[in-house]
């Protein structure tokens, strides 16, 4: 750890210390008649506002005229009791709130008319009946916030069947979802990327769990459990208070508190399940929470829930690749060279734990205890089979080499010649997050507020197993005169299905036969992922009145310290023994439809088989003298994706919150973060050869200082400053109108594998005869630490109007992102280039660069509303959609590109979410559709016909409940009901599929009982 975050243990530590030295007993208060009132109480003086709060419930209401005096009140609209409207306006004045007879409330200074009952009201309340209130409640937060937030409240997460995170986030406006396995893993927001989104936990960095050691900063959302959570918020724009690590928008977890809870808390739920595709795919999942208040006067809370989940799953995938054109056929027409077929079969667990303890001794202090800790396993098995073309063979003249395609039609092809290289990758993957917090908020007199955190937050990803078993076998070439050892047809999918097969160039066997595929090679890795950071802030708040205007003056700075390793291990042993093919010893080989498999759906009438884990280890361990370590390739993929990287993050931060008029406000503010990390990583020499042609005593690779399967060290540091400002506008323009806008900058750090500069190198040196000159070449791949980190000027606007019975609500909005520094692939040629103190005279370099600026715009647009208006029993229905139109584009120098103006990667141009939902007595049920148009893939090339896009993707899900009053519950939910494949295709008229997944369908029964 660096010696920064000593400091800040210590600090945090003393503020939270002072936080939880003991005071008057804790704010008691009697309820006053729980009859609510649908409020709107503008802005204004809080004397003014008091007034007019007991003018709108017809009651009287006394307070202390010097307590409220010089201070400014925030709008408070929506349905409240008495009490808790004004416990709400009076928040942070040290007034507690006791009722003085039937009409009447009395506003006291806490600590007097002891004896009274404790205010259950304490807190926002988060607790919610079903899926209306639950949208009702996350549209009051929305409403109350300062800048634009999509809430999803405790009734979504995890509900309709949204079994982590991603899956509920994929409903509201503008977020485009990222699958794997069927199930949604990352987010993107407004078209941006993953890696430029910010996930934090109550406010609280919470670290990243990779995937494969390579998602880098985006955060695979699927880790994270949907149970018991008590709201998520999509934070749009950017405040100055917030981490400026936040181009998409700012993901926060809300956990629960016992304070949220009128009492004690305690529930428990299971449920279980299957997925169609496949055999005995069995779902089943458990849930219990439990939160209560304790201590004479409820000053302490504890909240504390465990999950398990449990998954069987099984998909089938289909890709293509290496497409080639071929002359006589249209330009932009192309054919697949590379084909996989493939299955995976596994199981995902998920378990874990969080706790709130809370310590609110008076209405001015109170200090937390939260931990957070989620597991995540995947053990699965993908056996795949790649066919490969292969180019016919050499005829003496006039013949000619058969090329590798011979296309009949624009659907019907073959290969020369093939290779069936089979493949079986078994794999256990864990990742384990874990979060503690302490922290703490005291107010001192009537306008001071401190709060701190002190966190700290860890998360690895660990492969201790993970093998891939290989068979590999080629055909021969065909001659001229002869026909392709394999033939395809494309179907109306553009899916390529063998048609035919030359055997008479495979021994009379194709590649379903186990006798025609040779044991070829064994791999393993093991990798150890890990992210730990540690995160200390302070906070000022100053809120008072200047000139008969509410101001609100905060002040803050906070430090980040992260630790990021990735340690790859890996081991080869190639096959060297007498030529075995898979039929050759028992075992070897297992049918993809074999145990929890199914015959091949993509393409039909395939009997695919592939290498069988268990026979293949049985073999390797009967014959280990048939195999030889490759100590040359696992030296070099040991080391292709490891670094370390320390990353330390200052940032300090002033903003103000003027009420201008009660209807009007601004924030107005800025943030400063400087970043400074230091990478280490290494560089593997793949070669350094010489030419035959050089002339004796000329060679120069004496000037190179190191030579074939050398390891050089390769680490540099970086650092840069941004300075992020902001201006919020709000605007209540009528009762039930608001108007937002605002000016923000934020950045976005390039992704960890992009500035590690992990390099592959290989030198050589040539002979110019004519200019009697030896050169020295050098081509490496590698990262670059010298990235200079995204940056967004946003503008939004969003106009939301409030139906007056709080039955819903419609928003407008619009966003322009001005993004500068977006992050691409390159490949730079130089002269008299130098690299590890050597002058190369030509240099290639493959790696990543900054682009020039882009944009990203969009419109989005809500509705949510309660059918409240229709007659009993149609009274229950209701709808809520949303819809979202993107637009992006980036300018990337990619030589030989025609056009370098692209869109933003994840980028969807059209999302529409659409609810239908009802809910009377204890019946609630909920049918919704999602839609997400094309999204570009990860990278661009030089030819933009083989740009790669995800296809739009529509499912349907359901759900139907019955709660029995008495807090029992059932539910039956169906996901994907219309079994939507995941499809990829290149940007040519969407024919050539370059890849194509199914998953199935999932059904549940779940039961929930509430104590």
């Known amino acids: ?81 008495p009490a808790e409207a004004a416990r ?50 996350s549209r009051d937060i929305a409403r109350k916030s300062d800048n634009l937030v999509d809430v999803l409240s405790a009734d979504d997460v995890g509900k309709l069947p949204d079994t982590n995170i991603a899956e509920a986030l994929r409903r509201m406006p503008s977020v485009y979802l990222i699958r794997d396995q069927g199930e949604g893993r990352y987010v993107s927001i407004r078209g941006v990327d993953p890696i430029l989104n910010n996930v934090t936990m109550n406010g609280q960095t919470i670290a990243v769990s990779d995937t494969d050691g390579e998602s880098g900063r985006a955060a695979p959302l699927d880790v994270l459990s949907s149970s018991a959570l008590s709201r998520v918020e999509i934070n749009k724009v950017t405040l100055p208070n917030m981490d400026g690590q936040s181009i998409g928008g700012t993901i926060n977890i809300v956990t629960p508190s016992a304070y949220d809870y009128k009492g004690a808390y305690f529930n428990v739920s299971a449920e279980g399940g299957y997925n169609d595709f496949g055999k005995d795919n069995r779902i089943f999942a458990g849930n219990v929470a439990f939160g209560d208040k304790f201590g004479a006067d409820d000053e302490f809370a504890i909240f504390i829930s465990g999950e398990y989940w449990f998954k069987q799953y099984m998909s089938q995938s289909y890709t293509a690749s290496s497409p080639q054109t071929v002359a006589g056929f249209p330009d932009d027409y192309y054919f697949p060279t590379s084909i996989v077929f493939a299955e995976s079969i596994g199981e995902k667990e998920r378990y874990g734990v969080t706790a709130n303890l809370e310590y609110r001794p008076t209405d001015e202090g109170k200090a937390w205890l939260r931990y957070f800790f989620t597991q995540y396993n995947d053990d699965r098995t993908r056996p795949q089979i790649t066919i490969r073309g292969l180019a016919g063979r050499a005829v003496p003249a006039p013949g000619v080499r058969r090329p590798i395609l011979n296309p009949t039609s624009l659907t019907e092809f073959g290969f020369a010649g093939y290779r069936a290289q089979m493949e079986n990758r078994a794999e256990v993957q864990q990742r384990p997050v874990h979060q503690i917090v302490l922290g703490g908020e005291q107010q001192f007199g009537d306008h001071w507020t401190l709060t701190s955190n002190l966190n700290y937050t860890t998360a690895k990803e660990i492969n201790p197993y993970q093998r891939y078993f290989e068979a590999i076998t080629d055909t021969l070439g065909a001659l001229p005169s002869q026909d392709p050892a394999i033939r395809f047809v494309l179907d109306d999918r553009g899916i390529a299905r063998p048609i035919g097969y030359n055997t008479a160039l495979s021994n009379g066997l194709n590649f379903m036969d186990p006798a025609f595929n040779k044991v070829f090679r064994l791999r393993g890795v093991t990798s150890d992922v890990k992210e730990e950071t540690m995160t200390g802030n302070v906070d000022l708040t100053w809120n008072g009145e200047v000139g008969g205007r509410g101001l609100k003056l905060r002040t803050g700075f906070k430090v980040t310290s992260r630790d990021k390793s990735v340690d790859d291990t890996d081991y080869r042993y190639q096959f060297t023994g007498p030529v075995t093919t898979l039929a050759d010893f028992p075992g070897l080989f297992a049918h993809f439809s074999d145990g929890r498999g199914e015959p091949y759906v993509p393409v039909s009438g395939l009997d695919l088989l592939a290498p069988n884990r268990a026979g293949y280890e049985a073999f390797f361990d009967a014959h280990p003298e048939y195999f030889t370590y490759d100590a040359v390739s696992a030296a070099a993929n040991s080391m292709e994706n490891d670094y370390h990287l320390q990353e330390d993050i200052f940032a300090g931060y002033l903003m103000g919150d003027l009420q201008v008029t009660p209807d009007f406000s601004l924030i107005a503010g800025a943030r400063v973060e400087h970043t400074r990390s230091n990478i280490a990583a290494q560089g593997f020499v793949a070669a350094v050869t010489s030419s035959p042609d050089i002339p004796a005593g000329r060679s120069r690779l004496g000037e190179v200082p190191f030579v074939t399967s050398d390891i050089v060290d390769i680490s540099q540091s970086h650092s840069y400053t941004n300075i992020l400002p902001a201006l919020v506008a709000r605007w209540d323009i009528a009762r039930d109108w608001l108007l937002r806008a605002s000016v923000t900058t934020n950045i976005g750090r390039p992704d960890y594998t992009d500035i590690a500069p992990i390099s592959t190198i290989v030198v050589g040196e040539s002979y110019d005869a004519a200019n009697d000159v030896v050169d020295l070449n050098a081509s490496v791949e590698i990262g670059n630490p010298a990235l200079k980190p995204y940056k967004g000027l946003n503008f939004d606007a969003s106009l939301d109007y409030y139906f007056p019975d709080r039955s819903g609500s419609v928003s407008v ?198 104590f």
Not at 3 to 26: N, Q
Not at 27 to 37: D, F, G, H, S, V
Not at 42 to 69: H, K, M
Not at 110 to 117: E, H
């Open 813 to 1010: 909005g619009a966003f322009y992102k001005r993004v500068d520094n977006a992050v691409y692939g390159i490949v730079n040629e130089y002269r008299d280039h130098e690299f590890e103190g050597v002058i190369y005279d030509n240099y290639v370099e493959e790696t990543v660069a900054n682009a020039d600026p882009g944009h990203i715009r969009g419109i989005e647009i809500s509705l949510q509303k309660d059918f409240n208006f229709l007659p009993a029993p149609f009274d229950g229905f209701g709808i809520y959609a949303n819809a979202a139109f993107i637009d992006s584009e980036v300018e990337i120098d990619i030589p030989g590109r025609p056009d370098g103006h692209v869109p933003f990667f994840n980028q969807a141009d059209r999302i529409y979410n659409l609810q239908l939902y009802y809910e009377r007595g204890g019946l609630s049920a909920r049918v919704a559709y999602s839609y997400q148009g094309d999204a570009t893939g990860s990278s661009f090339g030089a030819n933009p016909d083989l740009d790669n896009y995800r296809a739009p993707r529509k499912t349907v899900d359901a759900q139907v409940g019955y709660a029995f009053g008495n807090g029992l519950r059932l539910t039956l939910t169906g996901s994907n009901l219309t079994n939507q494949a995941a499809l990829n295709y290149r940007n040519n008229d969407k024919f050539f599929v370059s890849s194509y997944e199914l998953y199935g369908r999932e059904f549940r029964l779940g039961i929930s009982k509430t």
């Open 88 to 137: 709400r306006l009076t928040t942070g004045t040290g007034l507690r709130v006791t009722e003085a007879g039937r009409r009447s409330l009395v506003l006291v200074r806490s600590g007097q008319g002891a004896g009274a009952k404790q205010d259950d009201s304490e807190g926002e309340m988060i607790v919610v009946n079903g899926f209306r209130a639950g949208l009702a409640n």
């Open 1 to 81: 750890m660096s010696v920064f975050r000593h400091v800040l243990s210590g600090a945090t530590i003393l503020t939270s210390s002072v936080m939880l030295v003991p005071a008057a007993h804790a704010q008691q208060t009697a309820a006053a008649e729980q009859i609510e009132i649908d409020f709107n109480v503008p802005a204004q003086n809080l004397g003014a506002a008091l007034n007019e709060l007991a003018r709108q419930a017809s009651i009287n209401i006394a307070f202390p005229v010097e307590t409220v005096s010089g201070r400014t009140s925030a709008p408070l609209r929506g349905k409240f009791t």
